[in-house]
């Protein structure tokens, strides 16, 4: 589950809109098809919801034949194939580009489990990506309050919360949680890059450029730190600064959507100056 949210989310940086004379927020998402080829919300080794070959043959198929997936999942479920059923036709659903309702069936999945709680939480950490892919940042927020519920203390499913919260335009809110997960995991890059963005929002620059410092000392080849750096720079009036920020960020991720924010962020910075 854990390494899904990089394909689905990337960080949420923002793109400097000359349209919109000022910033905004955006999550650096892929396509349902993009991310559904590179990776899918498919549990980790624990927790799991089940056990056994017929487990492992979906959670396989979901990956190479989602289709097929679908089609023996329910086909395990008629024959009594329970929770491990469910979940994977759930997500095969989502591979086939329907993350509504793989989250919908995740979100029920995960209320009625007899799993343990971490287990539970998964699910719902899951429901709330799946959530994300549908660009539904509020039923993505719901879902992740009910894992957090669950395990209220996983750095994980905060930042995920945070990431929901920010699509909404909540950035105080993304704020506290995102102050939650650097105390509890100081040294995770990524929250960092994140707090600098809601910072950013709140028009606080000062505390935005000290997060993101932070994040490039722990990640110096951050390609979303260095994207939220420019903007920054931007905004204090360093065009050099930034174009070189974002012209780095291009460099180490070229085929990304990140890359994609920093070529248009640079476009803009060659048209001319940004309106406040």
Partial sequence: MRSVRPVL???FAAVLLAAAGGVAWLALGRTEAEAASEALPVPPDVPRLASGPEYERCLSLVRQDPDEARSFAEGWEAGGGGEG???CSALALIALGEPERGAERLEGLARVSRASAATRASIFAQAGQAWMMANDGGRAFGATTMAL???PDDPELLTDRAIALGTLGRYAEALDDLNRVVR???DRAEAWVFRAAA???LDRVDQAAEDVARALTLAPDSAEALLERGI????????AGARADWERAITLAPDSATADLAQQNLALNEAGPQRR
């Fill in 184 to 186: 509890l995991d100081p």
């Fill in 85 to 87: 059923a469910r979940h």
């Fill in 199 to 201: 910072h950013r929002h």
């Fill in 149 to 151: 519920t669950l395990a």
């Fill in 9 to 11: 989310l990337g960080v």
């Fill in 232 to 239: 920054i720079r931007q905004l204090r009036g360093d065009t």
